[in-house]
């Protein structure tokens, strides 16, 4: 949380996006909400690679902060990162608390249907939200043509 000490962007946010105090107050409370339970539920399920796992819960939280500076839907491009969200959002109590204390309402996660967007377009308007916030997309977890649920 946010206590007026910490006023470097977290998640990685670029040096020179400019924020304001309320999108910085919400990527706090995104960079710092324990996630631990899910955590420990991808470990023990075994549902991603061990090194992967801090990677994919650190871009889940980046894909969730997205959501700051685009609030419209952006696709799922990353298989990793959406088991990262099922498995959250199977700790309910903990995803709606999540969701309120960074956005003040609850984030539906809505698959891809065969009707959905076109991909190209999709990862277009993925990519260039990241890269304006964060930089490149590590290509190991984001990807056109990756996963979309």
């Not at 324990?34 to 690679?49: C, I, K, M, S, T």
């Not at 969730?64 to 109590?93: N, Q």
Request: negative net charge.
């Amino acid at each position: 949380m946010v206590d007026g000490t910490d006023l470097q962007p977290p998640l990685g946010v670029r040096p020179d996006f400019a924020l304001s105090a309320a999108q910085l107050r919400t990527l706090h409370v995104l960079a710092n909400y324990d996630l631990a339970p899910v955590r420990e539920r991808l470990l023990r399920e075994g549902l991603l690679p061990s090194t992967w796992l801090d990677e994919a819960l650190f871009e889940f939280r980046r894909y969730l902060g997205l959501r700051v500076m685009k609030p419209e839907r952006l696709a799922m491009l990353s298989h990793p990162i959406d088991v990262v969200w099922h498995t959250c959002l199977l700790f309910s109590r903990l995803y709606e608390e999540l969701c309120l204390q960074a956005f003040g309402e609850f984030v539906h996660h809505e698959p891809a249907t065969e009707s959905g967007p076109d991909p190209v377009a999709s990862w277009r308007r993925f990519a260039d939200a990241y890269l304006r916030l964060y930089g490149e997309p590590p290509g190991r977890l984001w990807r056109l043509g990756g996963y979309s649920d």
